[in-house]
């Protein structure tokens, strides 16, 4: 019996001391999103952050929940691209699939110590002018040497 419990205290310390990851924190967020309730979302997503004044301001808030209103029914959400910094700052680009149009998040994390924090967050709906202007001539690698 005895090292039952103290296999169970074990598990219990380390789990309340599991650092939470830049990959747990994004999937939190797109849990609480996926409900519809982009406020409880922000507000979850902010709070993982020491930089950021709280209450989140109203603005953001009601630009995503508009953004979202217009962009129809959520469909998923597609991690785009990983990038990273050294081993402290790591920026998360996200495709999130709507009826009408699709959405691009873009979440940084930034750990000065030993503890995960979002530093910056960003929305869009302007996926396909980024494809666009990533498709031109100067953009090719073929062409980067051209100055063009």
Do not use: C
């Amino acid at each position: 019996m005895k090292p039952v419990f103290t296999l169970l205290l074990f598990l219990a310390f380390h789990v309340s001391f599991a650092q939470t990851s830049p990959d747990q924190m994004s999937q939190k967020f797109f849990a609480l999103y996926q409900t519809g309730n982009t406020d409880k979302a922000l507000d979850y997503l902010f709070a993982q952050s020491t930089n950021m004044p709280m209450p989140l301001g109203v603005d953001m808030k009601m630009q995503l929940k508009r953004q979202v209103e217009v962009s129809g029914r959520y469909f998923g959400v597609e991690n785009l691209a990983v990038r990273t910094a050294g081993p402290n700052v790591m920026m998360y680009t996200y495709l999130v699939k709507h009826q009408v149009q699709p959405l691009v998040f873009r979440i940084m994390y930034y750990r000065a110590n030993d503890i995960w924090q979002m530093h910056t967050f960003t929305f869009h709906n302007n996926l396909f002018e980024e494809l666009e202007e990533s498709s031109k001539a100067k953009r090719l690698k073929e062409n980067r040497d051209l100055g063009l």
